[in-house]
């Protein structure tokens, strides 16, 4: 089956004055054709960031991102 959602590798920081907070460190997802996927975990697991870089909202620091191919 085909990839329609692929990310390795994706890293996000963000950066203040005062603080660096990582919220996605080396991570990596294949969604194929046909797959349904939920997006669970505990508070401020980086849930909303990975749906935002999912979604092409929001940037991300480093790795791979491939939709639909």
């Known amino acids: ?3 329609i959602l692929k990310m390795t590798g994706i ?3 963000y950066r203040t004055d005062m603080a ?3 919220a996605l460190r080396d ?8 797959e ?9 697991s980086g ?3 990975f749906l935002n870089i ?6 991300f620091d480093s790795g791979r991102y491939e939709l639909d191919g």
């Open 1 to 3: 089956m085909a990839s």
């Open 11 to 13: 890293y996000k920081v």
């Open 20 to 22: 660096q907070t990582s």
């Open 27 to 34: 991570f990596a997802l294949d969604v194929e054709e046909g």
């Open 36 to 44: 349904f996927v939920a997006v669970t975990g505990p508070l401020a």
């Open 47 to 49: 849930k909303t960031t």
């Open 54 to 59: 999912a979604g092409m909202i929001e940037a």
